[in-house]
Protein backbone atom coordinates (compact mmCIF):
# COMPACT_ATOMS: atom_id res chain seq x y z
CA UNK A 1 0.00 0.00 0.00
CA UNK A 2 1.40 3.71 -0.28
CA UNK A 3 1.31 4.95 3.19
CA UNK A 4 2.42 8.66 1.59
CA UNK A 5 -1.39 8.85 0.16
CA UNK A 6 -4.11 9.50 2.94
CA UNK A 7 -3.70 9.19 6.71
CA UNK A 8 -6.01 7.14 7.22
CA UNK A 9 -4.07 4.19 5.66
CA UNK A 10 -0.88 2.11 7.25
CA UNK A 11 1.60 -0.26 5.58
CA UNK A 12 -0.97 -2.88 5.85
CA UNK A 13 -4.85 -1.41 6.31
CA UNK A 14 -6.82 1.24 5.22
CA UNK A 15 -9.58 2.79 6.99
CA UNK A 16 -12.50 3.62 5.19
CA UNK A 17 -15.83 4.61 4.77
CA UNK A 18 -18.32 1.50 3.82
CA UNK A 19 -19.68 0.88 0.82
CA UNK A 20 -22.83 -1.25 -0.36
CA UNK A 21 -20.83 -4.02 -1.51
CA UNK A 22 -19.49 -4.83 2.28
CA UNK A 23 -23.04 -6.09 2.93
CA UNK A 24 -21.88 -9.64 2.53
CA UNK A 25 -18.72 -9.10 5.32
CA UNK A 26 -21.18 -7.85 7.75
CA UNK A 27 -23.55 -10.60 7.15
CA UNK A 28 -21.23 -13.00 7.81
CA UNK A 29 -20.37 -11.49 11.07
CA UNK A 30 -23.73 -11.88 12.08
CA UNK A 31 -23.71 -15.66 11.32
CA UNK A 32 -20.64 -15.98 14.07
CA UNK A 33 -22.32 -16.01 17.40
CA UNK A 34 -18.73 -16.28 19.34
CA UNK A 35 -17.60 -12.92 18.22
CA UNK A 36 -20.87 -10.85 18.48
CA UNK A 37 -21.04 -11.55 21.96
CA UNK A 38 -17.75 -10.82 22.52
CA UNK A 39 -18.14 -7.55 20.50
CA UNK A 40 -22.03 -6.92 22.47
CA UNK A 41 -24.65 -9.35 21.72
CA UNK A 42 -26.14 -11.98 19.38
CA UNK A 43 -27.96 -10.25 16.99
CA UNK A 44 -31.40 -11.34 15.96
CA UNK A 45 -31.64 -13.35 12.85
CA UNK A 46 -31.55 -10.98 9.64
CA UNK A 47 -32.54 -11.44 6.26
CA UNK A 48 -29.49 -10.86 3.63
CA UNK A 49 -31.85 -8.30 2.01
CA UNK A 50 -31.75 -6.61 5.49
CA UNK A 51 -28.26 -6.53 5.74
CA UNK A 52 -28.21 -5.47 1.92
CA UNK A 53 -30.41 -2.24 2.84
CA UNK A 54 -28.37 -1.55 6.37
CA UNK A 55 -25.27 -1.09 4.15
CA UNK A 56 -26.66 1.19 0.69
CA UNK A 57 -27.69 3.50 4.26
CA UNK A 58 -24.94 3.47 6.06
CA UNK A 59 -23.20 3.86 3.08
CA UNK A 60 -24.52 7.65 2.40
CA UNK A 61 -25.16 8.32 5.77
CA UNK A 62 -23.14 12.06 6.96
CA UNK A 63 -20.84 11.55 9.91
CA UNK A 64 -23.29 13.03 12.37
CA UNK A 65 -22.07 13.49 16.23
CA UNK A 66 -18.97 11.46 17.48
CA UNK A 67 -20.46 7.77 16.32
CA UNK A 68 -18.05 7.14 13.03
CA UNK A 69 -18.05 3.79 11.52
CA UNK A 70 -14.48 2.68 9.30
CA UNK A 71 -14.28 -0.62 7.90
CA UNK A 72 -10.60 -1.61 7.89
CA UNK A 73 -9.24 -3.51 4.90
CA UNK A 74 -6.29 -4.97 4.17
CA UNK A 75 -3.59 -4.15 1.48
CA UNK A 76 -5.51 -6.47 -0.85
CA UNK A 77 -8.42 -4.67 -0.57
CA UNK A 78 -10.30 -7.37 1.17
CA UNK A 79 -12.77 -6.69 4.32
CA UNK A 80 -10.78 -7.45 7.70
CA UNK A 81 -12.88 -5.61 10.08
CA UNK A 82 -14.16 -2.54 11.46
CA UNK A 83 -13.66 0.35 13.77
CA UNK A 84 -16.70 2.08 15.30
CA UNK A 85 -16.43 5.31 17.64
CA UNK A 86 -18.33 6.38 20.41
CA UNK A 87 -18.78 7.83 23.53
CA UNK A 88 -17.28 10.96 22.87
CA UNK A 89 -16.88 13.17 25.99
CA UNK A 90 -15.83 16.94 24.78
CA UNK A 91 -15.80 18.41 28.11
CA UNK A 92 -13.90 15.21 29.66
CA UNK A 93 -11.76 14.39 26.95
CA UNK A 94 -12.40 11.19 26.41
CA UNK A 95 -12.90 8.53 23.20
CA UNK A 96 -14.11 5.49 23.43
CA UNK A 97 -13.90 3.11 19.92
CA UNK A 98 -13.90 -0.18 19.65
CA UNK A 99 -12.36 -2.91 16.36
CA UNK A 100 -13.35 -5.55 15.28
CA UNK A 101 -11.53 -8.42 13.08
CA UNK A 102 -13.23 -10.89 11.21
CA UNK A 103 -12.04 -14.26 12.64
CA UNK A 104 -10.19 -15.67 9.46
CA UNK A 105 -7.74 -12.27 10.10
CA UNK A 106 -7.47 -12.26 13.27
CA UNK A 107 -3.35 -12.58 14.68
CA UNK A 108 -2.24 -11.19 11.59
CA UNK A 109 -1.50 -7.07 13.02
CA UNK A 110 -4.33 -5.52 11.40
CA UNK A 111 -6.13 -4.74 14.80
CA UNK A 112 -2.55 -3.00 15.93
CA UNK A 113 -2.00 -1.16 13.20
CA UNK A 114 -5.68 0.14 12.28
CA UNK A 115 -5.40 2.16 15.91
CA UNK A 116 -1.65 2.94 16.26
CA UNK A 117 -0.95 6.12 15.85
CA UNK A 118 -2.08 7.65 13.06
CA UNK A 119 -6.11 7.19 13.31
CA UNK A 120 -6.36 7.21 16.88
CA UNK A 121 -4.81 10.69 17.34
CA UNK A 122 -7.09 11.77 13.66
CA UNK A 123 -9.89 10.74 15.93
CA UNK A 124 -9.14 12.55 18.39
CA UNK A 125 -8.70 14.83 16.84
CA UNK A 126 -11.95 15.06 14.97
CA UNK A 127 -14.04 14.06 17.89
CA UNK A 128 -12.18 16.53 20.77
CA UNK A 129 -11.69 20.06 20.30
CA UNK A 130 -8.10 21.78 20.63
CA UNK A 131 -6.57 22.19 24.06
CA UNK A 132 -8.01 18.83 25.60
CA UNK A 133 -6.12 16.62 26.93
CA UNK A 134 -7.02 12.84 25.02
CA UNK A 135 -7.77 9.91 26.49
CA UNK A 136 -8.55 7.38 24.45
CA UNK A 137 -9.81 4.03 25.66
CA UNK A 138 -10.03 1.05 23.61
CA UNK A 139 -12.56 -1.55 23.77
CA UNK A 140 -11.46 -4.82 22.35
CA UNK A 141 -13.95 -6.43 19.85
CA UNK A 142 -13.07 -10.20 20.90
CA UNK A 143 -13.48 -11.69 24.01
CA UNK A 144 -10.88 -14.48 24.91
CA UNK A 145 -12.82 -17.80 24.66
CA UNK A 146 -13.93 -18.95 28.41
Not at 31 to 58: C, H, K, L, T
Not at 84 to 100: F, Q
Request: with cysteine; proline share 5%; hydrophobic share 35%.
Amino acid sequence: MDTGASIWQGERVRLRAIEPSDWEAYFAWNQDDEQARGVSNIPFPQSAEAVRQWAQQEAVRKPEGDAFRFVIENETGEVVGDLTTHNCDARGGSLSYGITIRREHRRCGYAFEAHHPRPALLLSGVALPEGHSHRLQLQRGVRAPS
